[in-house]
């Protein structure tokens, strides 16, 4: 453990819809006193902007509004940074998250392309047994798809889709939103309250 931190994680946000996934699940481990590593794909930028509605002509600018008020300690990575720490495996790291990742991003990491850093540390969880957690968002699913998860699955990564549950009864998106990151962080072994669980008083 790094000192003043309780641990640290990766994260890596693709172009895939549910941007908003990696967004909240980033300020939660921030907040919480975690030490993160972010890395945004090209595609992830038009994300933001399609989805969050946000200007992403001055990244530093939307970094520091959506990360800038939640403690802990942020580091974002150009994707092409192959001499940043999360490159080797001599780095500590306590595990990766890719939320969403895009099914290109998936086929990268599936056949160990590491292609750019964010295939690269994820291969880097693999090789040296670590948490290494993949959130896909697409539907439909083709077989091309679905292989190249279970070609995952097979080397120890762990498949989490973005399928918010409903036994929750939530009332707005940010409950749906909440649901699956509160998935996520139970992956990651981070404590939360996003969500009441299954047996919990309502």
Known sequence: MIEGFKGIFTVGITGASGAI?????????LANSYKVHLILTEAAWRVFQEELLLDTSDR?????????????????????????????????????????????????????????????????????????????????LNQLHLENMLRLSKVG?????????????PKTMDDLVNFLVG????????????FTRWGEER
Do not use: W
């Open 21 to 29: 996934y990696g967004v909240r699940l980033t300020q939660e481990l």
């Open 60 to 140: 530093e600018a939307i970094l520091d509004e959506l990360f800038g008020n939640f403690g802990g300690e942020l580091h974002t990575h150009d994707l092409h940074d192959y001499g940043a720490p999360i490159a080797s495996g001599s780095y500590q790291n306590d595990g990766m998250i890719i939320i969403p990742c895009s099914m290109g991003t998936l086929s990268g990491i599936a056949h160990g392309a590491s292609d750019n850093l964010l295939e690269r540390t994820a291969d880097v969880m693999l090789k040296e047994g670590r948490k290494l957690i993949i959130v896909p968002r697409e539907t439909p």
């Open 157 to 169: 990564a762990k498949i989490l889709p973005a399928m918010p549950g409903f036994y929750h009864l």
């Open 183 to 194: 998935k996520a962080l139970d992956s990651l072994g981070v404590q939360h309250q996003l």
